[in-house]
C-alpha cells in the first residue's frame, strides 16, 4: 500500500442525478456539496481511499466514504485540488482501517494500517 497517492477531483453538475458514478478510481473526490449530507445545509465531499483496491482491505474500505464541514475543513488550493482538515478517518474509532490526509489534492496515510 502507498503512503502517499495523488487523488482526482472530479467536478459535478448541479443537474447530476447521482454523481458518485463518477468516482471510479482509488482517491478520486467530489465536493464540496450541498444536498447528500446526513446533516442538512451542511457541505460534504465524497471519496474512494486510496486503498479501495488494494487486494485484502476490509469490503467497507471499497465502499463510497464521506466527511462533512463541521468539523473537517475544505479548502480549495489554487490548482483546484482540495486539502480537508482535520485527518480522515475510516472504520470504527476502535480499529480505523485507513486514517490519513488529503492535502493540496494528495492522500497520505498517517498510521500503518495492517490487513
Known amino acids: 500500500m502507498p503512503q502517499e497517492i ?10 447530476d442525478k447521482d454523481p458518485f458514478v463518477s468516482l471510479t478510481k482509488p482517491g478520486d473526490y467530489i465536493g464540496p456539496i450541498m ?9 460534504s465531499v465524497w471519496f474512494l481511499l ?3 483496491r ?5 469490503a467497507e474500505a471499497r465502499a463510497l466514504h464521506h466527511c462533512e ?5 475544505f479548502t480549495e488550493e489554487p490548482d483546484g485540488s482540495l486539502t480537508i482538515r482535520n485527518s480522515i478517518g ?8 485507513w486514517h490519513g490526509y488529503l492535502t493540496k489534492g494528495y492522500w497520505r496515510l498517517d498510521d500503518k494500517v495492517d490487513f
Open 54 to 58: 488494494d487486494q485484502n482491505v476490509p
Open 90 to 97: 475510516a472504520g470504527p474509532s476502535s480499529g480505523y482501517y
Open 69 to 73: 464541514s463541521p468539523p473537517h475543513v
Open 35 to 43: 444536498g447528500y449530507s446526513q446533516q442538512p445545509g451542511v457541505p
Open 6 to 15: 495523488k487523488g482526482t477531483r472530479i467536478s459535478v453538475d448541479d443537474g
Open 50 to 52: 486510496p486503498i479501495s
